[in-house]
């Protein structure tokens, strides 16, 4: 129960982060990391994934930003700008962290499974950041396509990463359900 207690609350995190801004993004993560610290963890070494996952958002979404890939409709409503132009917004930051939070949990099925790992990080988080672009005022470079295979290489590289890390902390759970 607590996995998909886990796969609900980050979909509710998605939708704050996406559709709300940065100042929403960060009080909704906010409530969510101590729920989770609370609720879900069973290792305090899960904070150093998290907080690996916050170097790999704005490592890897501030480089799709700085080569263009990613850019900002500042005519959007719904876009809030980051803090300097080649960043990522903080929300985006804020999703980043609370997707960390999804691996010893509702991502825990994949423990060991690194080619299935790459094949779901391809697909879904692709998805999500094409849905994301188009509800939160991101534009993809054109070709979308060519945006899109980009995405899906890196995130078919970071999911396995997720995995990896959470075995090499053992963070898994040692019983049937975290």
Known sequence: MKRLAN???FQIIWFV???AGNIWAVVATAVYLFVH??????SRREWRLLAVFLG?????DGALF?????????ASTLAQPSLTANLPPIWLLCLWISVGSLFAHSLAMLRSRYALSAL???IGPTFSYLAGANLSGITLAEPTLLSALVVALIWSLILP???WLS???????TSGES
């Open 120 to 122: 779901l990080g391809a």
């Open 7 to 9: 796969a609900i609350l």
């Open 56 to 60: 790999l958002g704005l490592l890897v």
């Open 167 to 173: 075995e090499q902390w053992t963070l898994f759970s």
């Open 17 to 19: 982060c996406v559709l």
């Open 161 to 163: 990463l997720g995995i």
């Open 66 to 74: 700085q080569i263009g890939l990613f850019s900002i409709n500042h």
């Open 37 to 42: 610290d609370r609720y879900f963890m069973n």
